[in-house]
């Protein structure tokens, strides 16, 4: 899986709840993770592959998730 996506992920595990995926794609865009274009592109394979489901994480995308976070902690 690529930085980016793991990225994405955490940011969406770990954003607000009064903020939407977009202002998640607009945060790590501003950090140059990537363009914003590039970030809905993540979104749509991350729907795609079950990790993403109505603006939040599936089960298998918190797992997921949480395993990025520990990954990230070391």
Do not use: H, P
Not at 24 to 47: H, P
Request: proline content about 0%.
């Amino acid at each position: 899986m690529d930085i980016e996506i793991k990225v994405l992920l955490l940011g969406i595990l770990k954003k607000e709840s009064d903020e939407n995926l977009n202002d998640v794609l607009a945060k790590l865009e501003e950090a140059k993770v990537f363009s914003f274009k590039e970030g809905k592109k993540l979104l749509k394979m991350l729907k795609s592959e079950g990790y993403l489901t109505q603006n939040k994480l599936t089960v298998k995308g918190e797992l997921k998730a949480k395993e990025v976070e520990k990954e990230f902690k070391i």
